[in-house]
């Protein structure tokens, strides 16, 4: 289905900030945050700590919400990335753009993998038999470096990098806004659930290589490559009503899908890990749920934020501009959290719910205290 054409700048060079962009990357960083806390209290994936469970229904919710919002959450995060990539690449050129990303981003993984990541390594349970002190730990860890959540800059570094030099080596044909077609939407759902089901032949769901939910990575991929694309294109500005309402009514839809393979599986005591990968048809579903998810969900929520939360108070403006630092410090802080709980002897559901806000609060004021420091405000 055709979307009229729109009368707009091909690559509209911004002259402010988009209020709808920076709260909803406030509320990826914040469900960041909780996710890695769930994860601890849940027993899901591989954070570093692994609390006593929370009870039903808690539980249940709390898996739910985690799982789904891991199969679109870091797609989000590049998606949006790739809209603003080529107003910055236009707005700098290559040089520049090349350099301001290998400083934005590059800087921040590396403080992290040097700094901070010895602390989070240091007190993993998986560490507890060393004995020749934290000062040789840290050497230790260095090689290979453990870039724990920043991660995503890293390949957001990569992904900015070969965009910036393949639109420098072969620039776009056309000028102008081009319609949004139902048609690149499903093309980019069909790559991520083939590839997707492809990949966790060899990387299922829950494992990591170097560092690196390699499983999901063609999910990164097609985000970033549709973000770009609809930034080139004007795709997103705004999303048409009709288009609008299609991908609403399939991310209710996938939403719903989710939910009940995980409830009627989890209720029939089905293997969990054959929804993974290896080939199986469950780890097909769920390729196919992430490739709806990852497209649809993206654009409804992009399209609810522009419409209803393209606006910012004092707070909001404060929580955006400490998003980033917050998000690169989050994983300390919850460490402390998470060990400091330890010393309480409350029940299960009040340690989470206590550490999920405090680590929320937490990362974002030490995040602004860190935009405010002279020459760290430039990187974050």
Known sequence: MAIPRRVAPAIPVMGSRSAYADNLKVCLVVGVIVAHVTMAWSGLGTWVFDEPHVREPLLTIATLLAVIGSLFGMALFFLVAGVFTPRSLARKGLGRFLADRAIR??????????????????????????????????????????????????????????YAVTRTVLPRRTTGPTPL????????????????????????LGQERWHLALGQAPAWVVGFTLGALAGERGWFDPIEPMMARHVRHLAWGALTGCVVVIGVSSALGADIDAFGGGGTWQSLVVAVLEGALVVAMSLWLLDVFRRRFDHQGQLSREMSRAAFAAFIVHQVVLVGLV????????????????????GVLGSFAIGSVLVRLPGVSRIV
């Open 181 to 204: 077609r139902a048609w690149h939407l499903v093309t980019a759902g069909t790559v991520i659930a083939i590839a997707s089901y492809a990949v966790r032949f060899v990387v299922p």
């Open 105 to 162: 981003l590059g800087v921040p993984m590396v403080f992290f993998a040097v700094v901070l990541s010895p602390i989070v390594e240091y007190v993993d349970p998986d560490n507890a038999g060393w004995d020749r002190g934290f000062g040789t730990f840290a050497v230790h860890i260095w090689w290979p470096p453990v870039p724990g959540p920043t991660w995503f800059l890293g390949i957001l570094l990569l992904f900015s990098a070969v």
């Open 339 to 358: 060990l400091a709980s330890r010393q309480v002897p409350w029940p299960p559901e009040l340690e989470y719910a206590s550490v999920s806000m405090l």
